[in-house]
């Protein structure tokens, strides 16, 4: 089996070993992608769409051909393509980490707002308080 592995097609497209976990991966990448896309509709900006599309491609990519994203790693200076693909994958997530909480706080503003303006919209009138007010102490 090792000597098969050893081959041109070491660590490339479909190795025996690796068929059934990249069929897995791919088929993971590709629900995600279509659950991003159908969560978010027509509401999602284009640019958006288009890095979703991309990242799917690269993942793909790297799930068939990992010994391409080594080589890449090894250009760079990293030791292996799993280490590249883990740094990239916490910058990411800390991208997306500060952009939600930019949203979070932008809803929380809007909330606080929606709040105090329906307060004061469905308050009663002054005057009413002051006749309230007058008629406990003639009473």
């Known amino acids: ?10 660590g490339g497209a479909f190795t025996n070993r690796a068929f059934i976990i ?3 991966l791919i088929a993971g990448i590709l629900v995600v992608m279509a659950w991003l896309f159908a969560k978010r509709g027509a509401k999602q900006l284009a640019i958006r769409r288009l890095l979703i599309i991309a990242f799917g491609v690269f ?26 693909l883990l740094y ?11 952009v939600q909480e930019a949203r979070a706080k932008n809803e ?11 307060a004061i919209d469905e308050a ?4 009413d308080y002051r006749e309230q007010a007058l008629g406990h102490r003639d009473g």
């Open 108 to 118: 929380e503003k809007r909330s606080t707002y929606l709040a105090r303006r329906l």
């Open 22 to 24: 990249q069929i897995l």
């Open 59 to 84: 993942a793909i990519f790297t799930v068939i051909f990992p010994t391409v994203l080594t080589r890449v790693a090894n250009f760079v200076g990293v030791g292996r393509g799993a280490d590249l």
């Open 1 to 10: 089996m090792d000597t098969l592995l050893a081959g041109p097609l070491s």
């Open 124 to 127: 009663p009138p002054a005057s």
């Open 88 to 98: 990239a994958t916490v910058v990411v997530l800390l991208g997306v980490i500060a």
